[in-house]
């Protein structure tokens, strides 16, 4: 068990470029979460997956954000036309089926916004 | 909206001394989780210890527990004995024990630092 591996883990763009985080859960865990969070903040719910299907998202997901789990295993976050705003940590995590199972994160990927 | 408060944004410690940091909640729920997550410099977030609220002993952990107390929504976590790998951001979370509701709801953090 690897535990949740996020890629890249940091990623500086120019402001009006695109860019995508993948996150590949712990093995068998049905379900997968994104989080954002900020300096100085604790981590925000964006969304969530169970298997392949989004079953929850936050209002701080906007129209320039979109992600997916095709095939119920790993995730992608993809963010359009980046906005100064956006940089923060993009946390992934994932658990098992389950209400109160344990939710496991991963290390994060930074994205700074210039 | 379930909403959780650390009031606490910074602590320090002795080493080998016991700390708490405390932490309220707000839920008109009465089914629910509680968490104290660990995010050390490296950011991977850590479980440290949970409480479901259905349980009336509180949780323990080696060194760590927590001092649950329902009516007044007030979740603290104790260190005991503390050590220098203790040293990180410690956030209080919430998660609905309701089927369907699976989001953490975190608080703002308190950052501990262990003093040799």
């Known amino acids: 068990d690897t535990g949740v591996s996020q890629d890249p883990r940091h990623k500086i763009t120019k402001r009006g470029q695109n860019v995508t985080f993948r996150c590949d859960p712990i093995?068998?865990?049905?379900?997968l979460y994104w989080y954002r969070q900020t300096l100085g903040q604790g981590p925000e719910f964006l969304t969530y997956f169970q298997n392949e299907a989004q079953l929850e998202k936050s209002r701080l997901l906007s129209d320039r954000f979109s992600a997916e789990r095709p095939k119920g295993s790993f995730s992608t976050l993809e963010i359009q036309r980046t906005e100064q705003g956006d940089s923060a940590m993009y946390l992934c995590a994932s658990s098992l089926l389950g209400t109160g199972n344990t939710i496991y994160f991963g290390e994060g990927s930074w994205l700074t916004v210039v | 909206a379930q909403t959780v408060t650390q009031s606490q944004p910074e602590m320090s410690v002795q080493e080998a001394e016991t700390v708490t940091l405390s932490c309220t909640y707000d839920t008109s729920e009465s089914d629910y989780y509680l968490f104290w997550y660990k995010q050390p410099p490296s950011r991977q977030m850590i479980l440290v210890i949970r409480q479901e609220a259905y349980k009336q002993q509180n949780a323990t952990e080696n060194r760590f527990s927590v001092n649950f107390q329902k009516a007044a929504k007030s979740f603290s976590l104790k260190i005991s004995d503390s050590q220098l790998g203790d040293a990180a951001m410690y956030f209080c979370?919430?998660?609905?024990?309701?089927?369907?509701?699976?989001?953490?709801?975190f608080g703002t953090g308190t950052r501990l630092t262990i003093i040799p």
């Open positions: 093995s068998e865990h049905n379900r």
């Open positions: 979370a919430y998660r609905s024990g309701l089927g369907g509701n699976e989001k953490l709801t």
